[in-house]
């Protein structure tokens, strides 16, 4: 019934960029946003996207790099990555939310209730 459905990961040369995809149906979601976990890490929120008026969240580790948007006729949320560096390789996780959520508690994944299936990025120096 609700899938999330995460594409575009890949390598990439370190400086490089990629875009992430996430096709969500089967409901509408008030939060939805991308999340990472590399190997021996917690998982860390990414960035998260509000999906009635378009107001965004970024951890301070991708802000001026990342960038999340929308296209609601398209029931898809993007993530724009440039000036990709080694420390951001990591499986990067689609995830969505009906929860009211302010201040930090928008970026911690135990906030969120659907999650996606995950796509690779590995980024090489």
């Known amino acids: 019934q609700v899938q999330l459905v995460e594409s575009g990961g890949g390598s990439v040369q370190a400086g490089g960029s990629l875009r992430l995809s996430c096709a969500a149906s089967?409901?509408?979601?008030?939060?939805m946003g991308w999340f990472r976990q590399a190997p021996g890490k917690e998982r860390e929120g990414v960035a998260v996207?509000?999906?009635?008026?378009?107001?965004?969240v970024y951890a301070d580790s991708v802000k001026d790099r990342f960038t999340i948007s929308r296209d609601n006729a398209k029931n898809t949320v993007y993530l724009q990555m440039n000036s990709l560096k080694p420390e951001d390789t990591a499986m990067y996780y689609c995830?969505?939310?009906?929860?009211?959520?302010?201040?930090?508690?928008?970026?911690?994944?135990?906030?969120?209730?659907?999650w996606g299936q995950g796509t690779q990025v590995t980024v090489s120096s």
């Open positions: 995830a969505a939310s009906r929860l009211v959520l302010i201040g930090t508690a928008r970026l911690n994944s135990k906030n969120y209730n659907y």
């Open positions: 089967g409901d509408t979601y008030r939060i």
């Open positions: 996207i509000y999906t009635d008026y378009g107001g965004t």
